[in-house]
C-alpha cells in the first residue's frame, strides 16, 4: 500500500470515472469545499448521476422517473465540471497520467478517483443467459422491468435480501404473480433475528408473493422459442416464469484497477484514505476494498466521500475507519430498522417484546450494559437513537429498565442519572 499521500492543489486535473451515487457525492462534497481541483467526470451511462436508492419505488409505479436526477447536465456546466456520459474508460497509462476511453476520448490527469460501482452477483445456474432474464441494478434494469410486468404474468425473483424483496414487491405492484426464491432459512438473514424474518414473511405473503426459503435453484428452462418459462427447484418444486429477476448480491467494479494493474482482491485495495497501490489514485465506494471490507449500503460510502474530499483537497483528513451500519428496508408499508449481530452470543444480555396486535417486535443485544444490536419491526421511531447510543459506545445500564419503552423514555432515565450529584451525602463524607 501507498506511503506517500502527494498534496492536491487547485490547479490539478481530476478524473472521477464513475457518475453513480458515489462519484456524484464526491462531487458535491468538493464543491463545498474553497479549495478544489479541476474536475472531469465520466460516466459510463447516457444519464447523469441519479439516485439508485429510489430504483425500487420506481418500479413500483409510485415514483417518476423525474425524481430520481441528482443533478441535470447543465448543473454541472454550471459549476465549471466537464461531464462526459454515454464513455466506458477501458485503459489507464499510469506512467503518463492519462486514460482512454471506448470512445477514443483521451484525458490527463494528476488525480483519479475510481468510483466505478459494482455489477450484480449471478448464481451458477444453468439458464441463467435465456432471453427474460434480468437483473436489477440501474435504470436500464427497471424500464425493462417494467416492460416485463405488462407483457408477462408470472415472475421469479432469486434472492431474499433487500435488493431482491424490493423487486418482488415492485413486480407485485406491477400486477405480476411473484414467487421469491431465499437459499437460506429466512428472509434477510445477515440483517434480521428469525422472529422478525417470520413476522417479514407472513406480511409479505399476506401482499401475495410465493415465498420459498431454503431453496436450492436447480435450473431455468426455456419454451420452445428459447424464452424464459419456469425456474426448476433441487426439491422438484417447477415455477412458472415469463421473467426471472436475480438479485443475490453485487460483485465490486474492479476490472479497470486489474488493468491498470493496481491491486486487487475482490475489490480495488485501498488504505484509510482510499488511495490505492498508486499514490495518485484512489477509489470508492462499491468498487472498494478496505481492510477486507466491502461496501454496497450508503452509510460508509458517504464516510468515505468525506474522508476522500478533505483530502484531494490538501486537508488534513482522519483517516477512513468501519462502523456498524443501520439496515433499512424500502417497501412500502414495512418498517423495519436493524444493526449489529443477527444472532445473540453467551456474553450478550437480550431484551425483547413483542406485540402481535399492533405487529410490533423490538430485540437488543446488549453486552457489558452498552447496545451492540437491535432489530425493530413495525415501530422503528427508536431505531436512530439506538445507533446512535451504539456508535457512542454508551453505558446504558442506567437506562436498562427503560430501553424497550423507546427512546423518549430511555433518555429520560439517562438524563437523570446524568443529573445526579456525585457527592456522598454531608453525614457521610464527614
Given at each position: 500500500?501507498?506511503?506517500?499521500?502527494?498534496?492536491?492543489?487547485?490547479?490539478?486535473r481530476?478524473?472521477?470515472?464513475?457518475?453513480?451515487m458515489?462519484?456524484?457525492?464526491?462531487?458535491?462534497?468538493?464543491?463545498?469545499?474553497?479549495e478544489?481541483?479541476?474536475?472531469?467526470?465520466?460516466?459510463?451511462e447516457?444519464?447523469?448521476?441519479?439516485?439508485?436508492?429510489?430504483?425500487?419505488?420506481?418500479?413500483?409505479g409510485?415514483?417518476?422517473?423525474?425524481?430520481?436526477?441528482?443533478?441535470?447536465?447543465?448543473?454541472?456546466?454550471?459549476?465549471?465540471?466537464?461531464?462526459?456520459?454515454?464513455?466506458?474508460?477501458?485503459?489507464i497509462?499510469?506512467?503518463?497520467?492519462?486514460?482512454?476511453?471506448?470512445?477514443?476520448?483521451?484525458?490527463?490527469?494528476?488525480?483519479?478517483?475510481?468510483?466505478t460501482?459494482?455489477?450484480?452477483?449471478r448464481?451458477p445456474?444453468?439458464?441463467?443467459?435465456?432471453?427474460?432474464?434480468?437483473?436489477?441494478?440501474?435504470?436500464?434494469?427497471?424500464?425493462?422491468?417494467?416492460r416485463?410486468?405488462?407483457?408477462?404474468?408470472?415472475?421469479?425473483?432469486?434472492?431474499?435480501?433487500?435488493?431482491?424483496?424490493?423487486?418482488a414487491?415492485?413486480?407485485?405492484?406491477?400486477?405480476?404473480?411473484?414467487?421469491?426464491l431465499?437459499?437460506?432459512?429466512?428472509?434477510m438473514?445477515?440483517?434480521?433475528?428469525l422472529?422478525?424474518?417470520?413476522?417479514?414473511?407472513?406480511?409479505?405473503?399476506?401482499?401475495?408473493?410465493?415465498?420459498?426459503?431454503?431453496a436450492?435453484?436447480?435450473?431455468?428452462?426455456?419454451?420452445?422459442?428459447?424464452?424464459?418459462?419456469?425456474?426448476?427447484?433441487?426439491?422438484?418444486?417447477r415455477?412458472?416464469?415469463?421473467?426471472?429477476?436475480?438479485?443475490?448480491?453485487?460483485?465490486?467494479?474492479?476490472?479497470?484497477?486489474?488493468?491498470?494493474?493496481?491491486?486487487?482482491?475482490?475489490?480495488?485495495?485501498?488504505?484509510?484514505?482510499?488511495?490505492?497501490?498508486?499514490?495518485?489514485?484512489?477509489?470508492?465506494?462499491?468498487?472498494?476494498?478496505?481492510?477486507?471490507?466491502?461496501?454496497?449500503?450508503?452509510?460508509?460510502?458517504?464516510?468515505?466521500?468525506?474522508?476522500?474530499?478533505?483530502r484531494?483537497?490538501?486537508?488534513?483528513?482522519?483517516?477512513y475507519?468501519?462502523?456498524?451500519?443501520?439496515?433499512?428496508l424500502?417497501?412500502?408499508?414495512?418498517?423495519?430498522y436493524?444493526?449489529?449481530?443477527?444472532?445473540a452470543?453467551?456474553?450478550?444480555?437480550v431484551?425483547?417484546?413483542?406485540?402481535?396486535?399492533?405487529?410490533?417486535?423490538?430485540?437488543?443485544?446488549?453486552?457489558?450494559?452498552?447496545?451492540?444490536?437491535?432489530?425493530?419491526?413495525?415501530?422503528?421511531?427508536?431505531?436512530?437513537?439506538?445507533?446512535?447510543?451504539?456508535?457512542?459506545?454508551?453505558?446504558l445500564?442506567?437506562?436498562?429498565a427503560?430501553?424497550?419503552?423507546?427512546?423518549?423514555?430511555?433518555?429520560?432515565?439517562?438524563?437523570?442519572?446524568?443529573n445526579?450529584?456525585?457527592?456522598?451525602p454531608?453525614k457521610?463524607?464527614?
Amino acid at each position: 500500500m501507498p506511503q506517500r499521500h502527494p498534496e492536491t492543489t487547485a490547479t490539478d486535473r481530476l478524473v472521477i470515472v464513475g457518475n453513480g451515487m458515489a462519484g456524484h457525492r464526491l462531487v458535491e462534497a468538493l464543491l463545498a469545499r474553497p479549495e478544489r481541483p479541476a474536475i472531469t467526470v465520466i460516466g459510463a451511462e447516457t444519464a447523469p448521476a441519479y439516485n439508485r436508492i429510489l430504483l425500487s419505488p420506481l418500479l413500483a409505479g409510485e415514483m417518476e422517473r423525474s425524481a430520481l436526477t441528482l443533478r441535470s447536465a447543465e448543473w454541472y456546466a454550471e459549476q465549471g465540471i466537464e461531464l462526459v456520459l454515454g464513455e466506458r474508460v477501458e485503459s489507464i497509462d499510469r506512467t503518463a497520467r492519462r486514460l482512454t476511453t471506448d470512445a477514443g476520448r483521451e484525458l490527463g490527469y494528476d488525480r483519479l478517483v475510481l468510483a466505478t460501482g459494482s455489477t450484480p452477483a449471478r448464481p451458477p445456474v444453468p439458464g441463467l443467459e435465456l432471453p427474460g432474464v434480468h437483473v436489477f441494478r440501474d435504470l436500464h434494469d427497471a424500464d425493462a422491468l417494467a416492460r416485463a410486468a405488462q407483457a408477462g404474468r408470472n415472475a421469479v425473483v432469486i434472492g431474499g435480501g433487500l435488493l431482491g424483496l424490493e423487486a418482488a414487491e415492485g413486480l407485485r405492484k406491477r400486477g405480476m404473480q411473484v414467487s421469491l426464491l431465499q437459499r437460506e432459512d429466512r428472509l434477510m438473514n445477515r440483517q434480521l433475528d428469525l422472529t422478525a424474518a417470520r413476522l417479514l414473511e407472513s406480511e409479505l405473503r399476506g401482499r401475495g408473493l410465493d415465498i420459498h426459503t431454503e431453496a436450492q435453484l436447480e435450473r431455468l428452462e426455456a419454451d420452445t422459442e428459447g424464452q424464459v418459462c419456469a425456474a426448476l427447484l433441487a426439491d422438484g418444486t417447477r415455477l412458472a416464469a415469463d421473467c426471472v429477476v436475480v438479485a443475490i448480491g453485487i460483485v465490486p467494479n474492479a476490472e479497470l484497477g486489474r488493468v491498470a494493474e493496481l491491486e486487487v482482491n475482490r475489490g480495488i485495495v485501498v488504505d484509510e484514505w482510499l488511495t490505492t497501490s498508486d499514490p495518485t489514485i484512489h477509489a470508492l465506494g462499491e468498487c472498494c476494498e478496505h481492510r477486507g471490507n466491502l461496501y454496497g449500503l450508503v452509510e460508509p460510502i458517504w464516510r468515505q466521500v468525506e474522508v476522500l474530499a478533505e483530502r484531494l483537497c490538501g486537508q488534513q483528513a482522519q483517516g477512513y475507519q468501519e462502523l456498524p451500519t443501520a439496515t433499512k428496508l424500502k417497501v412500502s408499508g414495512i418498517s423495519l430498522y436493524a444493526f449489529g449481530p443477527t444472532e445473540a452470543e453467551p456474553e450478550h444480555e437480550v431484551l425483547s417484546y413483542r406485540d402481535p396486535q399492533q405487529g410490533d417486535y423490538r430485540r437488543l443485544l446488549l453486552r457489558d450494559g452498552r447496545l451492540e444490536g437491535a432489530v425493530l419491526y413495525g415501530d422503528t421511531a427508536s431505531g436512530p437513537w439506538y445507533f446512535e447510543q451504539t456508535l457512542a459506545g454508551r453505558d446504558l445500564t442506567a437506562c436498562r429498565a427503560a430501553l424497550l419503552l423507546g427512546a423518549a423514555d430511555a433518555q429520560a432515565l439517562l438524563d437523570d442519572s446524568l443529573n445526579e450529584s456525585p457527592q456522598r451525602p454531608a453525614k457521610e463524607a464527614a
